[in-house]
Nanobody
Framework: VQLQASGGGLVQAGGSLTLSCVASGRTFTDYALAWFRQAPGKEREFIAATSWSGGSTFDADSVKGRFTISRDNAKNTVYLQMNSLKPEDTAVYYC????????????????WGQGTQVTVSS
């Protein structure tokens, strides 16, 4: 499946952004979807995932209560609503797809979007 992420930008601390990731090329509901991020000099971090129907979601502790993952299967799109942004949320954000789902990270995310930059100023 091909993934195209968008919605990044520059925002002040405490602000909000919504990232979108549109999928094409395969049956969207065959895939669980996730968001990862990578800050400069750091390893890629798994932050959220949603099951094939969207009925189950998982948020990492670092974003719990501030970020929400959701999907619209009619639009072949997964979203990441980010609230109460902090400077440490600054990173390139990636969407990824997997045929498998678990409430947590697993290594099955093989298809990746190109990334979208989020910069949070203090």
């Amino acid at each position: 499946v091909q993934l195209q992420a968008s919605g990044g930008g520059l925002v002040q601390a405490g602000g909000s952004l919504t990232l979108s990731c549109v999928a094409s090329g395969r049956t969207f509901t065959d895939y669980a979807l996730a968001w990862f991020r990578q800050a400069p000099g750091k390893e890629r971090e798994f932050i959220a995932a949603t099951s094939w129907s969207g009925g189950s979601t998982f948020d990492a502790d670092s974003v719990k209560g501030r970020f929400t993952i959701s999907r619209d299967n009619a639009k072949n799109t997964v979203y990441l609503q980010m609230n109460s942004l902090k400077p440490e949320d600054t990173a390139v954000y990636y969407c990824a797809a997997s045929l498998a789902y678990s409430r947590g990270y697993h290594p099955g995310y093989k298809d990746w979007g190109q990334g979208t930059q989020v910069t949070v100023s203090s």
